[in-house]
C-alpha cells in the first residue's frame, strides 16, 4: 500500500486561543486514522505543548517548524531538539523556504540540523525547492540536486528512513501560482532518482516525497495521485479545518 504524510506549517498564526480551537476542530474532523495516511500538525512554537495536550489520545502527529542544531547554550530565540522532545514532538521542518530566505539557512545548516535531529529520534521534513528566477532560468534540476545531495550530505541508509522531503518551489507558495501536477512531478522523480542513487531503489521508492507549493483541497487529488509524490506539506490551506480535513482525505493510498 502506498503510504503519505500530510504534514499542516502553520508558520507565524495561531495564538494559544485559535491553537485550542484549530485542534479541536481537526480532531472532530478526523477522528480516526485513514489508512496508509499519517496527518501532522506544527504549530508555532508556543503552542508546542498545549498542542500536545490536545492531541493525546488522537492519531494525529505533532510537529515544530524549525530547530537548533545546538543541544543547548547561549543561543538567544533558540529553541532545541530537547525541548521539541520534552513537549511531545515527532517531527520537525527543516530548511524552509522561509528560513532559507529571510534567516539565510543554508544547506550546510539544513544538513547539521537534520543530523541532529534524526539522532534525537526526531523525523525532519527537509525542505528544498528553486525559486521563480531559477525556475526561468532552466536551472530547477541542478539547484535541486545540490540541495538533496547538500542536506543528505553524511547520512547512511538508517539515517533516511526518519527523512521527510519536501519539494516546495518557491515560485508557488503564497503567490496565487502553482506547479502544475506535471512539473511537480517531474522534480520528485528527480529527487526519487537522487535517493537510488544515494542509498539504492528499495530506500529511495519507500521515502516520503511531499509537495508543497499551495496545496489546496481543488488540486490536491491531482497532485497526490502522482507516481512520485506522496504527501503534502501544506501552508495557508492548513489553518482551516475544513481544507485541511480535504486535503487529508484527498491521499488515496
Given amino acids: 500500500m502506498r503510504n503519505y504524510i500530510i504534514a499542516g506549517n502553520w508558520k507565524m498564526f495561531k495564538d494559544l486561543k485559535e491553537s485550542t480551537e484549530l485542534i479541536k476542530g481537526l480532531t472532530a474532523e478526523l477522528p ?3 489508512p496508509g495516511t499519517t496527518v501532522v500538525v506544527c504549530p508555532p ?4 505543548s498545549l498542542a500536545a495536550e490536545l492531541l493525546a489520545g488522537s492519531h494525529i502527529k505533532l510537529g515544530a517548524q524549525n530547530m537548533s542544531e545546538h543541544d543547548e547554550g547561549a543561543y538567544t530565540g533558540e529553541i532545541s531538539w530537547k525541548m521539541l522532545k520534552g513537549t511531545g514532538c515527532e517531527y520537525v521542518i527543516l530548511g524552509h523556504s522561509e528560513r532559507r530566505r529571510y534567516f539565510a539557512e543554508t544547506d550546510a545548516l539544513v544538513n547539521r540540523k537534520a543530523l541532529k535531529a534524526i539522532a534525537a529520534g526526531l523525523r525532519p521534513i527537509i525542505c528544498v525547492g528553486e525559486t521563480l528566477e531559477e525556475r526561468e ?3 530547477t534540476m541542478e539547484v535541486v540536486t545540490r540541495q538533496v545531495n547538500g542536506v543528505l550530505a553524511g547520512m547512511t541508509a538508517s539515517d533516511l528512513v526518519s527523512v521527510v522531503i519536501a519539494y516546495e518551489p518557491v515560485w508557488a507558495i ?3 501560482r502553482n506547479a502544475t ?5 517531474e522534480v520528485h522523480l528527480l529527487i526519487r532518482s537522487l535517493l537510488t542513487n544515494l542509498f539504492g531503489k528499495e530506500l529511495a521508492t519507500q521515502t516520503i516525497i511531499q509537495y508543497g507549493g499551495s496545496v489546496k483541497p481543488d488540486n490536491a487529488t491531482q497532485l497526490l495521485s502522482q507516481n512520485d509524490i506522496n504527501g503534502a506539506l501544506v501552508g495557508g490551506a ?5 481544507s485541511f480535513s480535504a486535503i487529508v482525505r484527498s491521499a488515496k493510498p
Avoid: I, N, R
Wanted: hydrophobic share 35%; with cysteine; net charge positive.
Fill in 137 to 139: 532560468k532552466g536551472t
Fill in 181 to 185: 501536477p506535471a512539473q511537480a512531478q
Fill in 238 to 242: 492548513c489553518l482551516k479545518v475544513d
Fill in 32 to 34: 480516526a486514522p485513514l
Fill in 45 to 48: 512554537a508556543t503552542s508546542l
Fill in 174 to 176: 503564497g503567490t496565487g
